[in-house]
């Protein structure tokens, strides 16, 4: 899967090096067989299932200014976005260099139905809505929202420093049609993700 990944980075031209962070050896040959380099193997600290990406990215632009020189932006693509197209990251690396006010810019994907007329189970097992008041209202009068595709997040040298979130003022969206955005996290998720690879071939 982290080939697909590999793949896109590498075909949109825009990074001097694409660098894969793991304490994995599986992996790092996979991701060497592929084009990618691992000049380091990932902290044991950084490698739980509890780590956070942004010190994960901290430490490899760290590692890469001690042993190779400067950076100015980095990108963290996730192995899990095997729909992640070239020009997506061409458009978040030119979105973060053309805003000198913004740290971050990263894939967003719009909802597939309103979140605002979303729905629960009460302790009682019955259908209650979180918004109750939405409920008369149509689907095209509530806001949009977003979430985040999972996708790739740039970033400047100094955002991946603070190690704060990403979703605030200092970040802009890049815009992925929900038909290219599957992330993998899950059995299901994967065979959806077959299944759209089965659709686009045809």
Known sequence: MIAWSIAAAKASGVFDAVVVSTDDAEIAEVAVAHGAEVPFVRPAELATDF????????????????????VDVACCVYATAPFLRPESLIEGRNIL????????????????FPIFRALGVSREGTVEMFWPENELKRSQDLPAALHDAGQ????????????KGFFSAVALPVHIPRRFVQDIDTPEDWAIAESMIESYAR
């Open 152 to 163: 790739f997040y740039w970033g400047t040298k100094q955002a991946w420093a603070r190690r």
């Open 51 to 70: 780590t956070l990406t942004i010190p994960v990215i901290h430490h490899a632009v760290t590692w890469w200014e001690a042993q190779r020189g400067p």
């Open 97 to 112: 260099l053309e805003n000198p006010q913004v740290e971050f810019a990263f894939s967003v994907t719009s909802y597939a």
